[in-house]
């Protein structure tokens, strides 16, 4: 299936969904699946439809160094478990979308560049927004149930490593070293996540990434009712 006719049909699918609030969208994956330009080109989609789209990441919402790096640089676990605030991106943004909320939310809280607060200033959503949110370990217990929509995103290793290599040779001008941090902490890290949430089997949509122009449907569950905190 070719990507825009993909993104067209999820548009679709998101459309459908009716709620009394702002819907609340995921893309889940692991680094370099493609989230990011997956969830830029359904922004754009839904945006066709005049309704207002927040386009935010769970990239804002990193722990501080100290706690990301605690366990290690090069410890999956740790990776795992200690490199973003799911917390805060639930109480900063998806709880204020959701049912009761007052619907004025953070778009950020932390920037992992500069290892600073990003200070940014709060904004007001309607009940017609919709949110996509890409990231990383969106499915896990304590953030499952504040998506109304879950998509996650597959992609094999061997298109995951070039993506890494093309996107940060320019950072980091090292191949060898941008490969082994994937192999030794960012794919096993992924692995443990897929072993205790196994985020496939529980997302609306499993969307193969591997190829960015011809990207497939994995598995889909019939629209339905579904209540989210």
Not at 199 to 204: H, V
């Amino acid at each position: 299936m070719k990507r825009e006719e993909l993104l067209e049909k999820t548009a679709g699918i998101i459309l459908s969904i009716k709620k009394p609030h702002p819907l609340r969208v995921a893309v889940d994956g692991m680094a370099c699946s493609g989230k990011t330009v997956f969830s830029d080109g359904l922004a754009g989609v839904l945006s066709r439809s005049k309704r207002p789209v927040i386009r935010a990441s769970i990239d804002g919402f990193h722990n501080p160094a100290a706690v990301r790096h605690k366990n290690g640089r090069e410890c999956p676990r740790g990776y795992y478990l200690h490199s973003f605030n799911h917390g805060a991106a639930v109480e900063k943004i998806l709880k204020p979308l959701g049912p009761g909320g007052d619907k004025k939310y953070l778009k950020s809280v932390y920037d992992y560049r500069v290892e600073k607060e990003t200070g940014e200033p709060v904004c007001a959503a309607c009940d017609e927004t919709i949110l996509v949110f890409d990231g990383i370990f969106l499915l896990i217990p304590g953030m499952a149930g504040f998506w109304d929509y879950t998509i996650r995103l597959e992609a094999d290793c061997d298109a995951v490593l070039a993506r890494a290599v093309r996107r940060d040779i320019a950072r980091f001008g090292d191949e060898d070293s941008i490969r082994e941090k994937y192999l030794k902490r960012f794919i096993p890290g992924q692995k443990l996540y897929e072993a205790e949430v196994n985020p496939a089997a529980a997302a609306d949509i499993t969307i193969n990434n591997s190829d960015y122009e011809e990207p497939f449907i994995q598995k889909e569950k019939k629209p339905g009712l579904k209540e989210t905190a």
